[in-house]
């Protein structure tokens, strides 16, 4: 025989899910915002020709080089260019 429940926690039941619902759906958009506005920052750095890069970033260890030999810190060769 199958449980019965009120109509009173059946409904608090739905509600409950129906919160946890809209508290995912809130999360996702933030999320999603928050994406979007690190998206468009990097676009416009890339835009105006400014370096891209977590702030977090770490420093290379000790004695590591972090440019190619032969390679001028912080320049980038042009695409195409003849050697």
Do not use: W, Y
């Not at 449980?3 to 999320?31: P, T, Y």
């Not at 994406?35 to 590591?64: H, I």
């Amino acid at each position: 025989m199958a449980q019965i429940e009120s109509k009173h926690d059946v409904r608090r039941k739905v509600r409950d899910a129906q919160a946890q619902v809209n508290r995912e759906r809130l999360k996702r958009e933030s999320d999603n915002r928050e994406d979007m506005v690190a998206f468009l920052v990097a676009e416009q750095k890339l835009s105006a020709g400014q370096p891209v890069g977590s702030r977090t970033a770490r420093a290379s260890p000790a004695g590591r080089r972090t440019t190619p030999r032969g390679a001028t810190p912080g320049r980038c060769p042009s695409v195409g260019a003849d050697a």
